[in-house]
């Protein structure tokens, strides 16, 4: 059964930082293009980081580019997000996606998998 658990979230303070980790099950996670969505509420869920398979070429939306960082440990099955100097804006809750074809790693149409989402609360 394919699955992808995210954790990590919590509330945290203006400037602070916070890690999210994604655990994934049931399919063959090397292979996978794997991204970090976040969704507020009342906005569209949008693409924020992505980490491509072999080379592990990364992908950042303009919004977190320097502060956010992608990783992935193949031998785990997992990845993570490193968020650093978090804004109000930040907050929303974070979804780990799981894709096997990816030609545009922050839209969210090429990602068949996904997990059911940490909640991320900044205060100012």
């Known amino acids: 059964q394919v699955q992808l658990v995210e954790s990590g979230g919590d509330l945290v303070h203006d400037g602070g930082s916070l890690t999210l980790s994604c655990a994934a099950y049931?399919?063959?996670?090397?292979?996978?293009?794997i991204a970090w969505f976040r969704q507020a509420p009342g906005k569209e869920r949008e693409g924020v980081a992505a980490?491509?398979?072999?080379?592990?070429?990364?992908t950042y939306s303009d919004s977190v580019k320097g502060r956010f960082v992608i990783s992935r440990d193949d031998a785990k099955n997992a990845a993570t997000l490193q968020m650093t100097s978090l804004k109000p804006e930040d907050a929303a809750t974070y979804y780990c996606?799981?894709?096997?074809?990816?030609?545009?790693?922050?839209?969210?149409?090429?990602?068949?998998?996904w997990g059911q989402g940490t909640h991320v609360s900044v205060s100012a």
């Open positions: 980490i491509r398979p072999d080379n592990g070429g990364t």
């Open positions: 996606a799981a894709g096997v074809r990816v030609p545009s790693p922050l839209d969210r149409g090429h990602y068949g998998y």
């Open positions: 049931g399919f063959v996670f090397q292979s996978y293009t």
